[in-house]
């Protein structure tokens, strides 16, 4: 699977939009991009996921670049309770495809 | 039911002694995973069940590390002579397949394992 870069940390106000990027550069033509993030102490939390099209759902959007290296997840009005880290993720779309996990963004949402 | 369920929510255990972690998937989902997270770290693979296929077990750190999913469903994970460095937060995922898996992962809020 395609490996992706995220910032480490990123700071957002309370009620703008957070826009956290990842770049996969190396991605492959059956690869999608999935983000997944964890709230202290919790368990990883699906948030969205896409081929090549944006995709847009009641929590986040996504936006995937033309030429699919890179995207942006977008919180179009951060709260408090966002504030966790966010994990892009690369992966086939086929069984037996294995979700790895790299280092994320700490994503802070300040009052 | 409605999300993954995983028990014990918290277990502390002597080092040396056995233990038992249960993982209820979702129900429906043929693809179920063992993740575990240590104090501060990411997350660790360590094994994959895919329906009546052989599971992926290439993640699991030693051979003290097993796990079984009995009738499709409900999957055990067995530390065996726990040592220390096994204490982390051990998660549980599962997932719909189909001909091209395009779903999300639900994971389970993760069992607290210390070992003392």
């Known amino acids: 699977d395609a490996k992706t870069t995220q910032p480490t940390s990123m700071d957002c106000a309370e009620g703008r939009a957070a826009n956290l990027p990842c770049n996969h550069s190396t991605i492959s033509g059956n690869e999608y991009v999935y983000w997944y993030r964890q709230i202290h102490s919790q368990g990883p939390q699906y948030i969205i996921h896409?081929?090549?099209n944006n995709e847009t759902n009641e929590m986040a959007s996504l936006i995937i670049t033309e030429d699919r290296k890179s995207s942006t997840l977008i919180l179009p009005h951060a709260t408090l309770r966002d504030t966790a880290v966010y994990y892009c993720i690369v992966m086939v779309g086929t069984s037996g495809s294995r979700l790895t996990f790299g280092e994320g963004t700490q994503l802070t949402v300040n009052p | 039911g409605a999300g993954v369920s995983q028990s014990p929510s918290n277990k502390v255990t002597e080092k040396g002694k056995d233990v038992e972690l249960r993982c209820d998937p979702i129900s429906g989902h043929t693809a179920l995973y063992w993740y575990r997270q240590s104090l501060g770290q990411g997350l660790e693979f360590l094994i994959y069940f895919q329906g009546n296929s052989a599971p992926d077990k290439s993640g699991l750190p030693s051979d003290r590390f097993s796990a079984e999913r009995t009738g499709g469903s409900v999957s055990t994970l067995t530390i065996q002579r726990t040592q220390q460095e096994d204490s982390a937060v051990y998660l549980c995922a599962s997932s719909e397949t189909g001909t091209r898996r395009t779903y999300g992962y639900t994971f389970g809020s993760g069992t607290r394992l210390t070992i003392v």
């Open positions: 896409g081929l090549k």
